[in-house]
Every structure is written in structure tokens, then in C-alpha cells.
């Protein structure tokens, strides 16, 4: 019987132990991500990468045309430019001019590229007309990125976290009060047992 309790008691000093280690990691990191949530959220789901958006205007007089860039930078600046002139020329400039052999309508394209590798393009007719100046620019490239995936993904995130942490703090919670259980009573009877000699001998003493 002996053994039987403290067996018993072994295994209830166990299960409180581990119970105890749960809870206090499930705590620890619970406190970790409550200082700084946003932080963890973004390590969990980072924000989404924006690419650039091309555009570029454009002045001639003539054969002569000059090219402004008006690109928008994403997450990352841009770094390289490539315009197509539509002539078989190039340039590399982010801002280039470009003499044309003869009066005509070419479509003109630059890509831009930032500095993570992401790009972009653009292309827009430019018309030359002889003696005479014009100008026109890239229609405006209207996207409407509201990040709802990020932001969905988060929420998800945040869900199963509560979830997962709940689900722990109840193991953990279980396995303690498992472990008081089976420790508590085979306490009590090891008491009990220690104290049964002495109670054997009065009685002895008192039938003398």
C-alpha cells in the first residue's frame, strides 16, 4: 500500500510540475506579444511589398522631345530607368531628350525597376508635329490596394493565437489540478499510516 501511495504521490508531483511549466510559458509569451502586438503581428504576416508605378510626360517642339519621369516609388525607391523610344532607340536617364529623324507618331515605353527588383511600365503615343510643339503625359494608372489580405491574414492570426493559448492555459490548468488530485489524498493517507503505530500501542497499553 506503501508503495501504491507514493507512487501516486510521485506521479501528482509530476503532473504539477509540467502543469505549472506550461502555464508559466503559455504566461510568458502571452506577456511577450500583449507589450508589443503589432510588432508580432507584423514578424507573423509583414506588410505587402508595393511595386513602383511608371509614368513619365512629355514636351516636343519639332522633332525634338524632351521626357520628364513622374514614377511613384513602393516599398522600395527606384534605382533604374529604361525608356524604348520607339525608333529603336534607348536611354537609361531618368530624365532623357530624344531627337526624332522624321515627323511621326511612335509609342514611347519606360520600365522602372526599384532596388529589390520589382518594376513596372508604362507606354503612351507620342505625335510630333513639324514647326510646331505638343505635349502628353501617361494615363494615371488608378489601383486601389486596401491590404485587406494582410489585414485578414492578421486577424486570422490573432484568432488562432487566442485559440491556441486558451487551449494550453486549459492543459496546462488540467494537469495541475490532476496533479493536486492524486497528490492530496495519498498524502493524507501516508499521515495516516505514520500515525497508525502510535494509536496500535496506546490501544495496547490501555487493554494491559
Not at 8 to 25: F, K, M, R
Not at 83 to 107: C, K, L, R, V
Request: aromatic share 8%; charged share 20%.
Amino acid at each position: 500500500m506503501i508503495k501504491e501511495e507514493t507512487y501516486g504521490i510521485t506521479w501528482g508531483t509530476i503532473l504539477i510540475v509540467i502543469g505549472l511549466i506550461i502555464l508559466l510559458v503559455a504566461f510568458a509569451n502571452v506577456l511577450n506579444v500583449a507589450q508589443n502586438p503589432s510588432k508580432t503581428l507584423e514578424q507573423w504576416v509583414p506588410e505587402k511589398i508595393k511595386t513602383p508605378t511608371a509614368a513619365f510626360s512629355w514636351w516636343s517642339n519639332d522633332k525634338s522631345v524632351e521626357f520628364s519621369d513622374a514614377s511613384v516609388k513602393g516599398t522600395y525607391d527606384i534605382t533604374n530607368w529604361h525608356w524604348d523610344f520607339g525608333d529603336g532607340s534607348s536611354s537609361s536617364d531618368q530624365n532623357p531628350s530624344h531627337e526624332y529623324s522624321t515627323i511621326d507618331s511612335y509609342t514611347v515605353v519606360l520600365e522602372v525597376k526599384d532596388s529589390n527588383g520589382n518594376s513596372h511600365t508604362a507606354r503612351t503615343g507620342v505625335s510630333l508635329v513639324e514647326s510646331k510643339t505638343s505635349q502628353g503625359q501617361t494615363q494615371a494608372s488608378m489601383t486601389f490596394d486596401l491590404g485587406l489580405d494582410v489585414t485578414l491574414n492578421r486577424m486570422a492570426i490573432s484568432i488562432l493565437f487566442t485559440v491556441a493559448y486558451a487551449v494550453i492555459v486549459m492543459i496546462g490548468g488540467r494537469l495541475l489540478i490532476a496533479g493536486c488530485r492524486l497528490l492530496r489524498p495519498n498524502v493524507q493517507l501516508l499521515k495516516m499510516k505514520g500515525k497508525q503505530p502510535e494509536i496500535d500501542e496506546k490501544v495496547s497499553l490501555k487493554q494491559k
